[in-house]
């Protein structure tokens, strides 16, 4: 009796003691050893663009092609790659952290979070000059948090108009529209040919952030005001929902756009069921996929002319200070962007480069000649207000409602949420 | 010798622990501390990667009772809970009244009444999705060869992309799935009526609704009321069919408080946790009145 109870006591206490132990089993080899003269080993932690650690597009194969040109290159200094997908590397690195155990290079979606705890370099700290000055200005910008940068532009992407070419040659449509006018006559002429949804547009939960955003700067909006001020129901963004309320209500769009995900959309487009839709060189393999190879690409429409300007997304690449790489961090920067990693990237997973050099080699694939003219003048959401995660939700589950409903009162209701508290 | 006695007994004592520690640490740790984490983050203040800021006092509540739709899903919610489970029950009834009859091949019907149960339920609402896009769906192609519809791709053959026409399905949607199991909870509790009483009341020349209203649903009570609770609490937490059909869209249109504490945790983790606590409490609530209604403790065993 007596020896049992010790035992499940024993039993219960080691349960105790391997469930607290899961959140330390990691440490000990803590990001290299920095011994002079030794080899100094990086560790990178990085997002998976491709489909999965099986697919031939993995990150770990594209990382791996990198640091072995890097290594060979750069004898003594290592390359440690862990590729984590997109779902949990937020999760995983906020955990390093915690832990204490950061990488010495990641790259994600963003920077700003490490930069108020004093984790990351400055960008000139680890960037060498001519990279520096290769970098799109703009989007330089972007990575600074009070006048210093620290994020470092890695991948971009943006947004332009795809039309089907066979479906526009049979409503007799000569060239895309570039005005809200001509896209409207566009999209009446699309219905009359039998098209059931002449303007593909996905006002639903996965990114209705993004749509809305392109048509509010058709018509010189956005979500801020040139002062910096969150303007969601300023009186332009308004007109380009009436605008797309009155296409909705002519049936020229996808049925109840407030509900419709752009995957879904592009699917449709895909399927030679609808005329027009905003998409991006990330939509060219899924259009292909889906047999649809006869297709255009044109700027996006704005109300009185096509957009000089486009939605831009931007990912990062970051350092972190704690291990004292810099040396070795930016040596591998500096491979990184003077070599073919950067075009490699654009090539295999469609995304944009951010450097100039990076747009003169892509300038010449004529699909992808629109996205590079409007990059260096891109657009981006305010993603560094504190209160854009909180905006960003609200927009993806309520903004579809401005075109049944009244647009006035829906963006209303948003700004609202942008101005509390 | 009167001292290890007496630590001898005091062990005694002590070693059914042995058998149900073990049961109690579980339900500790998995039930017990998820809760107290759920009802501590509500009150914290938590950045968008997780990490905590602080207490934030009541502020994620007032925040929570403030939103401008906080009081329709929560409306929704119920009217989603009753509906279901209302449904499921009426259908179960019948359904089990059926299959405990002879009839050749019942083995077989019984047998495929499982396969709503067996698949998953994302699969599930997936396919009805699928079945209901207006440009390729199945359903809406039946509609339009029936004359019902006139043409796909429109909003007419988007029942889904209202909250009017989604409703409905939803509804459907989440009966089918919840009626194999209610109605095999049923079926179990039919086949321990012993057969002597219905004898008796063919005697006493009782009609057949007569019979089913004084001896079959009295008898069937215990079984009823377990299903329909298990309903209850299911559908209440109900959240892969709503999500993959419609994520509560067009706005919060169709989002039951399940599905709104999930977008909530997009956008602010510690008024999503408020969410939570007010779920949990919701469902206790639900639980309580439920059992006094079916008058639970009066049941026969």
């Known amino acids: ?421 | 010798m009167q001292q290890t006695s007496a630590r001898g007994g005091a062990l005694r004592a002590l070693a059914p622990l042995a058998w149900v520690g073990p049961a109690v640490a579980l339900i500790a740790v998995v039930v017990v501390w998820p809760v107290v984490v759920m009802v501590q983050s509500s009150f914290l203040k938590i950045s968008r990667f997780g990490v905590v800021q602080g207490g934030n006092g009541t502020g994620n509540y007032d925040k929570l009772f403030g939103e401008p739709d906080f009081g329709g899903v929560m409306a929704r919610s119920l009217v989603w809970v009753v509906a279901v489970v209302a449904l499921t029950v009426l259908v179960s009834l019948a359904l089990a009244q059926l299959f405990n009859q002879r009839f050749p091949g019942r083995r077989f019907a019984r047998w495929a009444l499982i396969a709503p149960w067996a698949a998953s339920v994302l699969m599930t609402s997936i396919i009805f999705k699928w079945m209901l896009d207006p440009e390729v769906g199945l359903i809406n192609m039946l509609r339009r060869d029936l004359g019902l519809l006139d043409a796909l791709g429109g909003a007419a053959a988007d029942p889904l992309g209202s909250a009017a026409g989604a409703m409905p399905w939803l509804v459907f949607v989440a009966v089918f799935v919840s009626v194999p199991f209610t109605t095999y909870a049923l079926l179990a509790g039919l086949s321990a009526i012993p057969a002597d009483v219905y004898e008796a009341a063919k005697i006493d020349g009782a009609s057949k609704l007569r019979t089913y209203w004084s001896i079959t649903l009295p008898l069937l009570r215990p079984a009823l009321t377990v299903a329909a609770l298990i309903n209850v609490m299911n559908v209440f937490n109900s959240f892969p069919i709503i999500w993959a059909m419609t994520h509560g869209q067009p706005g919060y249109s169709t989002a039951t408080s399940t599905i709104f504490m999930y977008i909530l945790k997009g956008s602010d983790i510690g008024e999503s946790a408020a969410m939570s606590v007010v779920n949990f409490g919701m469902v206790i609530v639900l639980t309580i009145v439920f059992l006094k209604v079916s008058k639970w403790r009066t049941a026969p065993a």
Not at chain 1, 260 to 266: A, F, G, M, S
């Open chain 1, 1 to 421: 009796m007596n020896k049992r109870l010790v035992g499940a006591l024993t039993l219960g206490l080691s349960a105790a003691l391997v469930m607290t132990g899961c959140g330390s089993t990691q440490s000990g080899s803590d990001g290299g050893d920095k011994a002079s003269g030794g080899d100094v080993t990086l560790k990178l932690v990085a997002a998976d663009y491709g489909d999965g650690p099986t697919a031939d597009n993995s990150g770990e194969k594209f990382w791996k092609g990198v640091v072995d040109g890097f290594q060979k290159a750069n004898p003594g200094i290592k390359v440690d790659v862990q590729v984590i997908n997109w779902n949990d590397i937020d999760k995983q690195v906020a955990t390093m952290v915690q832990n204490g155990q950061v990488p010495d290079i990641l790259q994600t979606g963003d920077y700003s979070g490490f930069v108020k705890d004093g984790l990351l370099y400055k960008t000139d700290e680890v960037l060498s000059a001519s990279t520096s000055a290769d970098l799109l200005p703009k989007f330089a910008d972007f990575g600074k948090v009070d006048g210093v940068g620290y994020g470092i532009p890695f991948v971009s992407s943006a947004r332009a108009l795809f039309y089907n070419k066979d479906l526009f040659t049979k409503a007799g449509i000569a060239e895309p529209p570039k005005t809200w006018d001509e896209l409207k006559a566009a999209a009446e002429k699309l219905k009359k040919a039998g098209v059931s949804q002449p303007f593909g547009l996905p006002l639903g939960n996965e990114e209705a952030q993004a749509e809305s955003f392109l048509w509010f700067m058709g018509n010189g909006g956005g979500y801020k005001d040139s002062s910096g001020a969150w303007a969601v129901d300023s009186a332009a963004n308004v007109e380009a929902f009436q605008y797309l309320k009155g296409l909705v209500d002519a049936g020229l769009t996808t049925p109840n756009p407030g509900t419709k995900n752009r995957k879904d959309v592009w699917a449709d487009f895909a399927a030679g069921k609808v005329g027009m839709v905003n998409g991006g060189p990330m939509s060219i393999p899924i259009f292909e996929k889906g047999g649809l190879t006869n297709f255009g690409v044109a700027p996006i429409a704005g109300k009185t002319a096509a957009l000089d300007t486009t939605l831009g997304v931007e990912d990062w690449i970051m350092a972190f200070n704690k291990n004292g790489h810099q040396e070795q961090i930016k040596k591998f920067f500096d491979y990184f962007y003077s070599g073919d990693a950067a075009q490699k990237i654009s090539d295999t997973y469609k995304l944009l480069p951010v450097t100039k050099s990076g747009i003169e080699k892509l300038s010449s694939d004529e699909k992808l000649k629109p996205f590079l003219d409007a990059l260096p003048n891109a657009t981006f959401y305010p993603f560094q207000d504190p209160k854009w995660s909180e905006v960003n939700t609200q927009v993806k589950q309520t903004i579809g409602g401005a075109v049944g409903g009244d647009p006035k009162a829906v963006l209303g209701a948003i700004q609202k949420v942008a101005t509390a508290g």
